[in-house]
């Protein structure tokens, strides 16, 4: 088992950028992949970014999250990071970290990792 625990979310105004923490515990050996979606309330949970724990491939982000958001991690720290600038109101929501030992993926059915989400709120 794999345990998530997100942190770094709150409360900002538009433009204001936050960045988000994953500790990731549980296994010795780091996941394969790990990833943020975020639920807007009213809307299904979607993809925002994804990467390597390796780092060894390119990330993987959604056309919204382009030039804004940046996902990274730290091996030492078994932490994964989602950096967000130029927030918007449209990017309130609870952000979630997942994680895999298989492939990345923008699926959520393909992560069987979930953090249990921090909430991030963007005023305009």
């Known amino acids: 088992q794999v345990q998530l625990v997100e942190s770094g979310g709150g409360l900002v105004q538009a433009g204001d950028s936050l960045r988000l923490s994953c500790v990731a515990s549980?296994?010795?050996?780091?996941?394969?992949?790990v990833a943020w979606f975020r639920q807007i309330p009213g809307k299904e949970r979607e993809f925002v970014a994804a990467?390597?724990?390796?780092?060894?491939?390119?990330?993987n982000y959604a056309d919204f999250a382009k030039d804004r958001f940046t996902i990274s991690r730290d091996n030492a720290q078994n932490t994964a990071y989602l950096r967000m600038n130029s927030l918007k109101p449209d990017d309130t929501g609870v952000y979630y970290c997942?994680?895999?030992?298989?492939?990345?993926?923008?699926?959520?059915?393909?992560?069987?990792?979930w953090g249990q989400g921090t909430q991030v709120t963007v005023s305009s």
């Open positions: 997942a994680a895999t030992y298989s492939h990345i993926s923008t699926s959520t059915s393909a992560y069987p990792y």
């Open positions: 990467r390597s724990w390796s780092g060894g491939s390119t990330p």
């Open positions: 549980g296994r010795t050996y780091s996941p394969y992949a």
